[in-house]
């Protein structure tokens, strides 16, 4: 047995949420797609799936890059979102203590 907490949720039961087509880019092909916090098994670019009409947190993860994040919204059937990722400077450290052992 069900128990719904607002006449609103037991008229939306059984309702499938309505989604659209959103095609993910990064400038950098390869990064993980995140959305709404949990990981999905697609690399940049690919078609995903969002719910239609509501705020959906994307985030592109890749290796030496920062993380991208926005909040995107659609209420068309097809779209698209296109980010830059920023590349992690490279900083070489020398360790002085290992340089004079190996001398």
């Known amino acids: ?22 095609m993910m880019l990064s400038e950098q092909e390869g990064a993980e797609i995140w959305i709404d916090g949990v990981k999905t098994p697609y690399v940049s670019p690919h078609l995903c799936r969002i719910p239609k009409n509501r705020d959906v ?12 994040q926005a909040w995107i919204r659609s209420g068309s059937n097809l779209t698209y ?12 450290v020398v360790d002085e203590d290992a340089r004079a052992i190996s001398l």
């Open 57 to 68: 947190n994307v985030e592109f993860k890749l290796i030496g890059h920062e993380t991208h």
């Open 1 to 22: 047995m069900n128990a719904f907490k607002s006449l609103l949720q037991f008229l939306s039961f059984g309702k499938k949420e309505e989604t659209v087509l959103c």
């Open 81 to 92: 979102y296109y980010c830059q990722l920023t590349r992690i400077p490279l900083r070489l």
